[in-house]
């Protein structure tokens, strides 16, 4: 996933395919940093750079609104949003950890579509080789939490999911130094309860993943301006007063 196009080569006539590639293209510069967080973006500049009318750039930066990459500024400009700060992290690691040991439990409880093998091959697909770990993690990360939300069949948490962009704003935050061996281990003991129908365990593994992936995003974090800590969410018996 590491290709990177600097100009926009295909256009028709109307102008709409170019607009999915203007998205692609701009999403990968906002997230990769080459335009950077809480910064304008000047369509008549772009329009320049990619060789394509305002019309498709106008359409893709609408699309990139929708992904809380960018917010509407006065003049009808768009600016890019602003990375996370430990709060933004704490709220999407609080919601994740709400619906994704749930999502692991039902994933290893469905006897007849259960995605385990599914979620195997897709660890095994992950290339610890490739030229861009941070994208490789990506889009790794992305399709095996993706798959195991999917097979629970409840389209209100799905959407729910989507509609906070997790992956996305997370994926800004990656650095190269990513820890990827402790996420790809945790990945195959939630796979591996997954397959072998053990919701218990598969509930658990995931919270452990959540957990220690909130644990390493927020310690790479400025510790200036530090809200309330993450709830502990848990199985009832494990919780503590
Ligand atoms: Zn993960």
Not at 144 to 154: K, P
Request: hydrophobic share 40%; charged share 25%.
């Amino acid at each position: 996933m590491a290709k990177k196009v600097e100009k926009i080569n295909s256009q028709n006539s109307n102008g709409r395919s170019s607009t999915s590639e203007v998205y692609e293209l701009l999403r990968q510069k906002i997230l990769e940093h080459s335009i950077a967080p809480a910064t304008k973006v000047n369509i008549l500049q772009l329009s320049k750079e990619l060789g394509v009318s305002s019309t498709p750039i106008r359409e893709a930066l609408r699309l990139l609104q929708g992904d809380n990459l960018l917010v509407a500024t006065s003049n009808k400009g768009y600016a890019t949003t602003e990375t996370l700060d430990r709060n933004g992290v704490r709220d999407l690691f609080e919601l994740r950890l709400l619906i994704e040991p749930w999502a692991a439990r039902v994933a290893a409880s469905n006897r007849l579509q259960n995605p385990g093998l599914d979620l195997q091959e897709e660890i095994k697909s992950f290339n610890p080789k490739s030229s861009s770990i941070q994208h490789e993690m990506f889009g790794h990360d992305t399709r095996f939490h993706t798959a195991i939300l999917a097979s629970t069949e409840n389209e209100t948490v799905i959407q729910a999911f989507e509609q906070a962009h997790c992956h996305l704003h997370l994926f800004r935050m990656f650095r190269d130094d990513w820890d990827w061996k402790t996420s790809i281990a945790q990945h195959k003991a939630i796979a591996r309860a997954i397959a072998n129908g053990e919701p218990a365990a598969a509930e658990e593994a995931m919270r452990e993943h959540l957990n220690s992936a909130y644990s390493r995003f927020i310690s790479v974090m400025p510790k200036s301006a530090q809200g309330r800590p993450l709830t502990k969410v848990g199985p009832s018996k494990l919780i503590r007063n």
